[in-house]
């Protein structure tokens, strides 16, 4: 069963820094595609960052280029997104989400390229 869980999120003051977890679980091999997003109260869902395990490649939003990095630990199957200088608007549920087909292309941040998801986490930035 593939399953995606998500850990880190909370409560950080504007200008602070909080590391998202993501676990991957039951992907029958290596190689996959991992991105984060995220949903801000009375927003839509968007696409933060996404990273093909095989070698790292990545994108980012516009609105967190330079504040956030996404790696990939293959052998804790683990993507981390580090974020720093948080800002208010960087509040919201965070989700990964993964997919296993087309894991040799680069990833990219549409809802409709992920298979799986995980529960959520929350992160909040206080001003």
């Known amino acids: 069963q593939l399953q995606l869980v998500e850990s880190g999120g909370g409560l950080a003051q504007s200008g602070g820094s909080l590391t998202l977890s993501c676990v991957v679980s039951g992907f029958p091999s290596d190689y996959y595609i991992v991105g984060w997003f995220r949903q801000a109260p009375g927003k839509e869902r968007e696409g933060v960052s996404c990273?093909?395990?095989?070698?790292?490649?990545?994108s980012y939003a516009d609105t967190v280029k330079g504040r956030f990095t996404i790696s990939s630990d293959s052998a804790k199957k683990t993507v981390h997104l580090q974020m720093t200088d948080l800002k208010s608007e960087d509040t919201g549920v965070y989700y990964c989400?993964?997919?296993?087909?087309?894991?040799?292309?680069?990833?990219?941040?549409?809802?409709?390229?992920?298979?799986?998801w995980g529960q959520g986490t929350q992160v909040t930035v206080s001003s």
């Open positions: 989400a993964g997919r296993v087909r087309g894991w040799w292309y680069s990833c990219g941040k549409d809802e409709d390229d992920y298979d799986y």
């Open positions: 990273i093909r395990s095989s070698d790292g490649n990545s």
